[in-house]
């Protein structure tokens, strides 16, 4: 090492050290997750029916979790000593469900205004603020989500903002920080928003006030995003991350001189969506507004993940389909604003059906997210209804394995496959039925909920803090 590069390095602030070297440096997490799973005995669920969120129907089939992963899933499976064995006749197991949009934490119940942390409606561009520093951990609606069988969720910053900013993805347990709930290694999301919002909130400030101003504010950021990916390219044998300010030139390396210039925690954000390691999340109701946006990714050479809400979604399901972008739907909310009066029911259907279509439906909602099997069951009957026939095989990917896949969490989740993590829900019949509970909840293997233990029923410490202060009453 030389001794300037030497000098370098030790005068670099923390950040710019840890940082790691080459094109991850933009999705660098100085707040790592500190989750570690619950230690739990092997657990055989023994004769149920199995939807494995691949694709598959099994009946009679058992599921065996061995340290906190799916070990096998099959018939006549035989329980390793120690193993709690769990009697699966007449129930119906599925991988965990994920919300790829949700606010628990930080919009939290009770919704008063000193909780509202979702939206930083102070600028277009708050790329540079970050979900988990909103979220509370006490928010009692993580624990209604875990009785619904959400064993992993998507936090996003809310729609007021051309770009929101980073989303952080969670396990859904019981924890005192939100790195205790981090999932590790997920990649952030970063949140954007198009048509009315955006105008409506900023129409009357320092704009954008029009649509064409809503894309005339994303072309300017990501251009000067793309600059600043740029200028902080490594070079030809430099080793050491390039992103220290005036730092570089008290070292001899010239800081700003040679283009590196200063930190800028927006431009870090959209980089890292440039490069890839941040993932694309568009908050877009309208199907024209959709292949505007497809066109700016085009433009600027980055993937959007999904489209979250899009009502008008099935106008071009085949565009979305062959883009690679999933349509984050719900179930039939539509008509309460303009740019919602085009939905359809059998939307999320539509969008399903596309060859090499990813359809997933999601909540937005503290209480949907609490009957996500339920929303999913009314797509299935307005399907039905305009003829097209839904497996619920076929339909449980909506809840799992493709939100897995928007979230960049597929490797790891969203399926009951050997060697995924064991995230795993007992329902006590068919879950896309009106009577359909989720009787137990397992998060890496571990029974987090259980429905007829109360043990197993977590509550956070402000309800906690609640029912004693009723009791003293």
């Known amino acids: ?83 709690s064995v769990v009697d699966g006749t007449g129930k119906w197991v599925t991988p965990g469900l994920i919300d790829v949009h949700s606010h628990l934490g930080v919009y939290p119940s009770p919704g008063v205004r000193a ?23 006490q928010d009692p609606g993580f624990a209604a989500a875990l009785a619904g069988g959400v064993t992993s969720l998507q936090i996003l910053p809310g729609s007021a903002n051309l770009f929101g900013g980073r989303g952080v993805t969670l396990r859904n347990v019981p924890a005192t920080t939100v790195q205790d709930m981090k999932f590790p290694g997920a990649p952030h999301g970063l949140k954007m928003a198009c048509g009315e919002n955006p105008k409506r909130v900023y129409g009357q400030k320092s704009g954008p006030a029009t649509r064409m101003g809503n894309i005339a504010g994303f072309r300017a950021a990501f251009a000067e995003a793309a600059e600043y990916r740029a200028r902080n390219a490594p070079r030809d044998g430099d080793q050491a991350p390039r992103r220290r300010g005036g730092r570089d030139a008290e070292a001899g390396n010239g800081g700003a001189q040679n283009g590196a210039g200063k930190r800028d925690l927006r431009l870090d954000t959209l980089a890292g969506a440039l490069e890839g390691d941040i993932l694309v999340h568009i908050h877009c109701y309208r199907a024209d507004e959709m292949a505007t946006m497809l066109q700016l990714a085009e433009e600027f050479d980055f993937r959007i993940a999904a489209f979250h809400h ?30 919602a009066f085009d939905g359809i029911q059998e939307n999320v ?31 299935m009957a307005s399907a039905r209804r305009a003829g097209i026939e839904i497996a619920p095989e076929r339909a449980i990917r909506w809840l799992t394995r493709n939100p897995a896949q928007a979230m960049g969490i597929l490797d790891r989740t969203g399926t009951l496959e050997p060697g995924k993590l064991a995230d795993v829900v007992v329902w006590n019949r068919d879950p896309f039925g009106s009577y359909a509970l ?36």
């Open 1 to 83: 090492m030389t001794v300037a590069l030497a000098a370098a390095l030790t005068l670099a602030p923390a950040w710019a050290q840890d940082a790691p070297r080459g094109a991850a440096r933009f999705a660098h997490d100085p707040y790592p997750s500190t989750y570690r799973p619950i230690a739990a005995p092997p657990v055989l669920i023994r004769g149920a029916t199995v939807l494995t969120g691949t694709g598959e129907r099994l009946d009679g089939a058992d599921v065996l979790m061995v340290d906190g992963r799916i070990e096998a899933v099959g018939a006549g499976l035989q329980a390793p000593a120690g193993a």
């Open 115 to 137: 909780h509202s942390d979702g939206n930083e409606a102070t600028n277009p561009n708050t790329a540079g603020a970050w979900a988990e520093h909103s979220v509370w951990p």
């Open 310 to 339: 899009g009502v008008e979604a099935y106008k071009i399901a085949d565009e979305l389909a062959e883009a690679g972008v999933c349509g984050a739907l719900w179930a039939d909310w539509w008509g309460f604003k303009m740019e």
């Open 349 to 379: 259907a539509l969008v399903d059906r596309a060859q090499n279509g990813c359809a997933i439906v999601h909540s937005d909602s503290s209480e949907g997210i609490q009957r996500l099997n339920q929303e999913a069951a009314k797509v």
């Open 438 to 473: 989720a009787e137990q909840v397992y998060i890496d293997g571990a029974r987090i909920y259980d429905r007829n233990d109360r043990g197993r029923q977590p509550v956070s410490d402000f309800l906690l803090g609640q029912q004693a202060a009723g009791g003293a009453r």
